[in-house]
């Protein structure tokens, strides 16, 4: 019965509201301030259109709301909830309900990292990606993205590969999946990891609710790096959020004659973010240390178990992004062997196949 009124207050109040912050601090929750729903004006907390809107709006209109919450085991925590991740309380638009599937004490994390990027990332972003994903992953820090096609799901499926704990961030109500062939991870993260949502069930779909999500990324991490961005990127809203609550921001060099790193590098130029070449740097700059470093440093190579002699050759002449041509020279195996073993080891989850045609490790 909580959630009936949390879904109503979310209702009221919108996303991204200004006075988020405000109303987080005055202590009084969804229930109560439902309850004086006719004269919230006396409170002198809401906008004139939140006023409006509690005032002609009741628990019973929002009824169906949560029939399909309940229907699709969504739950809901308000910022008067103890559970209520405390570093999205302190942001000036604060998110008042949050909608989610999974873990939620994953936003309580000792450390977490934010890793955003392109949507449409090369071979090389995809390879730096899933290093710093898993580096971060490795060393117990929790993984933080939006679940995006390109670098926020490379990011997300390494960190889970290398057993890592990742949050997912939706710009869309949890019984819908954007993109729409992430729908199997994306179930899998709603039940061994987290997913969150500011949007209730049936809420309207707007470009605009994905630039509102990208601030709580930013919020939700103790520091923030970026993969790959090109000049206009929606991944540079996300820094100037991050930057704008004190959080550090790193970036991954790359070539200056590639668009695909043009917003990125110019974030290094302007001293906006700090370079890296690996995900240990961010973690040694937050102060953080691997909760389990013996067994990190003691990793050997990888359980090549189940897999034949020529499996294994192709995976270990494998160095960052390759096509087939490459592998075939590099293994002295036949084209055909080489090229039937890559769609094994695909299929296996072994190596991920990019756009362009090239060949890269997972594990």
């Not at 580096?135 to 993984?143: E, F, I, L, P, T």
Request: hydrophobic share 40%.
């Amino acid at each position: 019965m909580k959630q009936l009124y949390d879904i109503w207050f979310s209702h009221i109040m919108g996303v991204n509201c200004i006075n988020g912050q405000q109303v987080a601090a005055c202590g009084l929750g969804p229930r109560f301030f439902y309850n004086c729903r006719s004269d919230l004006k006396q409170f002198n907390l809401f906008t004139e259109r939140q006023l409006e809107t509690a005032a002609k709006t009741s628990v019973e209109d929002v009824q169906e709301i949560y029939e399909i919450h309940l229907k699709n085991d969504i739950k809901s925590v308000n910022y008067c909830d103890t559970e209520f991740p405390s570093r999205l309380k302190e942001i000036p638009n604060a998110p008042l309900v949050l909608f989610y599937k999974g873990d939620l004490s994953l936003l309580k994390a000792d450390c977490t990292v934010g890793i955003i990027g392109s949507r449409r990332c090369n071979a090389e972003g995809e390879k730096a990606c899933s290093m710093i994903s898993k580096d971060v992953a490795k060393a117990g820090a929790v993984v933080v993205s939006g679940l995006a096609q390109g670098v926020d799901s490379i990011a997300h499926k390494s960190c889970v590969s290398a057993g890592g704990r990742t949050v997912a961030f939706l710009g869309v109500p949890l019984n819908e999946y954007f993109p729409k062939t992430n729908k199997s991870f994306q179930d899998k993260l709603c039940a061994e990891h987290l997913v969150v949502s500011e949007y209730y069930c049936t809420y309207h779909y707007y470009s605009s609710n994905f630039i509102f999500r990208n601030r709580l990324i930013a919020a939700a991490s103790d520091a923030l790096c970026v993969v790959q961005a090109k000049e206009r990127s929606g991944s540079l809203a996300t820094v100037n959020r991050a930057k704008e609550y004190d959080k550090p921001v790193f970036a991954l060099p790359g070539s200056i004659f590639s668009p695909a790193y043009t917003g990125s590098n110019k974030l290094l130029v302007d001293g906006t973010a700090f370079a890296l070449t690996k995900g240990s740097q961010i973690l040694e700059y937050l102060g953080f240390t691997a909760k389990d470093e013996e067994a990190i440093q003691a990793e050997t190579l990888p359980d090549y178990s189940g897999l034949d002699e020529t499996a294994i050759t192709v995976l270990q002449v494998m160095d960052g992004a390759m096509n087939a041509n490459m592998i075939i020279r590099a293994s002295g195996l036949k084209a055909a062997v080489v090229k039937a073993t890559l769609t094994s080891l695909e299929i296996d989850g072994w190596v991920h196949r990019t756009d362009s045609g090239e060949y890269i490790r997972t594990k």
